[in-house]
């Protein structure tokens, strides 16, 4: 949301410094939203920042250039609440309604590049006026102009809600840029391979990967480890990128568009089922995992990659922990945060979960 929240700010940033030029504060509150979603700040601190940028509407001469300093420390506001993203959106589309561009062309742009992750973390706030106390209370973000904007935004989740293979066919293009969805780097590559071969052990293992992307686990695992796997993702886009990437891998694996809350796998299939950040996204993770752990063999592994981040959005080893530890009894946990596998420190909690029976 941070990062969605930065971009939204900078696209109308120009018209607070045509006026202001000297005057670096809502550049730099964009910039630490920025680094905020990297996991580089930590929320305190942000928190004693979140009124500076405020200030710098003061030094805009016109309507359209408050607005964009106003969107500028909305964004640097999502640190304390994520509900302030919307207030990014809101006073970044009512900038460009003073200006040339027009709020209904900003509206379509923000939309248009508001990430899966986003999105979903967007759905879990409250709808705008319903909620008695935060930024979308009845207030300044529910009234006039801004309210309309982020009624809007919303109502937009809504629909895209009961359909949101549209937002992850849009992120398949770059999907792969994430050091850690690719693989594109040798060294974070053979990080991988060296986690999960071992756990999975032997070769020619029947392997489900429940949310693959655009198949570059799938691809790791068929060839170094000769293993038979099958991946599954809702997104058709990312399938087709999938079956691209292996289309010279042998053994090849298979890519079938399919819901993995519901995969259309055979029961007792599989001898390892694997799942990197996908669980948390699940609309009932208790369900979802039980799903998987039918596709299980009766001697099967379960391997899942997940986290919480920094903005509250996934699920806490501790929750996951407990759902797979309803269903088996071999549940072990290890925290995961070596920069080795992610291109570069973090700071969210991100852990590994391997079940045996």
């Known amino acids: 949301m941070a990062a969605w929240a930065a971009d939204c700010a900078e696209r109308v940033l120009h018209l607070f410094e045509a006026e202001a030029p000297a005057d670096d504060r809502p550049r730099n509150a964009i910039a630490r939203a920025r680094a905020f979603a990297r996991g580089e700040l930590s929320t305190a601190g942000e928190i004693r920042q979140r009124f500076v940028a405020g200030r710098a509407a003061h030094s805009a001469t016109s309507p359209a250039g408050v607005a964009a300093a106003r969107a500028a420390a909305q964004a640097a506001g999502v640190a304390h609440m994520g509900a302030h993203a919307l207030g990014a959106a809101a006073y970044a589309a009512r900038a460009a309604g003073f200006a040339a561009d027009g709020a209904v062309h900003e509206l379509e742009w923000q939309l ?42 919303q109502a937009d989740l809504l629909r895209t809600r009961d359909d949101p293979r549209t937002l992850w066919d849009a992120e398949a293009e770059t999907f792969d840029d994430a050091p850690d969805h690719g693989l594109l ?31 570059t686990l799938s691809v790791l695992l068929a060839t170094e480890g000769g293993h038979l796997v099958t991946g599954v993702d809702f997104s058709p886009e990312m399938v087709r990128r999938a079956r691209e990437k292996a289309s ?53 592994i379960l391997i899942l990659v997940e986290g919480q981040w920094h903005t509250g959005v996934g699920l ?23 920069p080795a596998y992610w291109g570069g ?13």
């Open 112 to 153: 248009a590049h508001l990430s899966p992750e986003a999105a979903i973390a967007l759905r879990q706030l409250p709808p705008l006026g319903d909620d008695t106390a935060g930024p979308l209370g009845p207030g300044l973000l529910a009234s006039g102009d801004l309210g309309e904007h982020i009624r809007r935004i």
């Open 185 to 215: 780097d040798p060294d974070i590559r053979r990080a991988w391979a060296h986690l999960l071969l071992p756990l999975i052990g032997g070769r020619g293992r029947r392997i489900a990967d429940l949310g693959c992307g655009t198949g």
């Open 248 to 300: 010279d891998t042998a053994p090849e694996p298979e890519f079938i568009v399919g819901d993995a809350a519901d995969p259309p796998l055979p029961l007792g299939g599989f001898d390892v089922v694997l799942s990197r950040h996908v669980l948390w996204a699940m609309p009932d993770p208790a369900t979802a995992l039980q799903t998987w752990l039918d596709l299980l063999t009766p001697t099967g």
């Open 316 to 338: 806490s080893a501790e929750e996951c922990f407990a759902l797979v530890s309803a269903s088996r009894k071999n549940v072990e946990i290890r925290m995961f945060d070596d």
């Open 345 to 357: 420190p973090v700071s969210d909690e991100r852990y590994l979960i391997v079940s045996t029976p």
